[in-house]
Every structure is written in structure tokens, then in C-alpha cells.
T-cell receptor, first 108, second 112 residues
Framework: GQQLNQSPQSMFIQEGEDVSMNCTSSSIFNTWLWYKQDPGEGPVLLIALYKAGELTSNGRLTAQFGITRKDSFLNISASIPSDVGIYFCAGQLNDMRFGAGTRLTVKP | DTEVTQTPKHLVMGMTNKKSLKCEQHMGHRAMYWYKQKAKKPPELMFVYSYEKLSINESVPSRFSPECPNSSLLNLHLHALQPEDSALYLC???????????FGNGTRLTVT
């Protein structure tokens, strides 16, 4: 099946530090997406990637669609307290599947 | 504010009750989805509707019955649920079945 392996599972960082998380799969995907979910809310789209090798930024966030179409990473630069939350990667082939999530804690 | 609206926000129901979850979007999207999310887990796909027709049912038990009355509305009818069905139920929509999916804030369901 379309299993996504997301790492790390959790991160505890100091405000101002950079963050990196990634997703890998044994299957290829046509699209990679990154979502953030805050408690009591639905996932919110951060970045969508549609082409192998694509590198896209959204403010302090940067994500890349791996050349093999089997992986993607998300970087957050200069973290701030409101970056706290759970970050999910998602891959789309016939339908969309989520990674297990990275729980980010930012200490002021 | 999300453009996908789900009601109710919270629902508590007994195992013999019948209730419905509702989802609405006015973005002109033609694909709508139900996902189930347990605590500290990722969302899991339940159903996909495309142009008001059910196109994916991820082997969901029949006590969950989806309905798409029109392209803007998606319902999930619940009957004879079990306590383990307690979860956050998320609705999402997309243009055709192409990403990205836009999610509502979910209905927090508790089955007692």
C-alpha cells in the first residue's frame, strides 16, 4: 500500500532555531503536500508540490518534492512559538494518504 | 476561517442513537471526502465522492453511511456506533479529485 514514513516523530527546539522534517515512501506519488494541524482544528495546507524536483517556499517554510517522487522534506527557518503544532506530510496518487505526523514544540 | 464548514462541532451519542454529521463548501469543488482521525494519529480516509457519486469506500463499516445530496453538501449518517468510533471526523473538498484538499475543522464525536 501507499505507506508514508514521516520523521522525526517529535521535536523540541528553541525559538529561533531551524527545523527539518521529511517523509519517505516505497511508492511514487504525483503530488506531495504539507499540512499543519493545531489542536481542535482541521489540517491547514502549508505547501503543495506538483513536480519532481520542485522546491517551493511559503514565508519561512520551504519544501521539496524529491527527484525519485518517493520523498519530500519541509524546512522551517527561524522558528517562532506559533509554529507549535503537528505537521503532516501527505502524498497523492489515486487518493491522499498522510504520514504519521511530526509534533513540534518551540520553547521561547 | 475555513471554507469547509462542518456541523456540529461536538456530538455525544449513545450506541443506539442515529445522528448525522454535515459538511458544506461553496468553493465549487466537485470532490468531497470524509476522514476519521483518532487522537495523536493522522487522518484516515473513509469515503470519497466525485461529482456526487461515491468513488471510494475504504471498507468502512455499514454503521457509517455517507450521502452527497448535491455538489456543495456531504453528510455522514451514523447508526449503532461503538465507543471505539469516538474520533474527530474531518470533511474535505477539492477541485475534481486533484489536490490540494481543503479541510473543515471537524466534528468531535464521542460515543457513550
Amino acid at each position: 500500500g501507499q505507506q508514508l514514513n514521516q520523521s522525526p516523530q517529535s521535536m523540541f527546539i528553541q525559538e529561533g532555531e531551524d527545523v527539518s522534517m521529511n517523509c519517505t515512501s516505497s511508492s511514487i506519488f504525483n503530488t506531495w503536500l504539507w499540512y499543519k494541524q493545531d489542536p481542535g482544528e482541521g489540517p491547514v495546507l502549508l505547501i503543495a508540490l506538483y513536480k519532481a524536483g520542485e522546491l517551493t517556499s511559503n514565508g519561512r517554510l520551504t519544501a521539496q518534492f524529491g527527484i525519485t517522487r518517493k520523498d519530500s522534506f519541509l524546512n522551517i527557518s527561524a522558528s517562532i512559538p506559533s509554529d507549535v503544532g503537528i505537521y503532516f506530510c501527505a502524498g497523492q496518487l489515486n487518493d491522499m494518504r498522510f504520514g504519521a505526523g511530526t509534533r513540534l514544540t518551540v520553547k521561547p | 476561517d475555513t471554507e469547509v464548514t462542518q456541523t456540529p462541532k461536538h456530538l455525544v451519542m449513545g450506541m443506539t442513537n442515529k445522528k448525522s454529521l454535515k459538511c458544506e463548501q461553496h468553493m465549487g469543488h466537485r470532490a468531497m471526502y470524509w476522514y476519521k482521525q483518532k487522537a495523536k494519529k493522522p487522518p484516515e480516509l473513509m469515503f470519497v465522492y466525485s461529482y456526487e457519486k461515491l468513488s471510494i469506500n475504504e471498507s468502512v463499516p455499514s454503521r457509517f453511511s455517507p450521502e452527497c445530496p448535491n455538489s456543495s453538501l456531504l453528510n455522514l449518517h451514523l447508526h449503532a456506533l461503538q465507543p471505539e468510533d469516538s474520533a474527530l471526523y474531518l470533511c474535505a473538498s477539492s477541485h475534481d479529485r486533484t489536490p490540494p484538499l481543503h479541510f473543515g475543522n471537524g466534528t468531535r464525536l464521542t460515543v457513550t
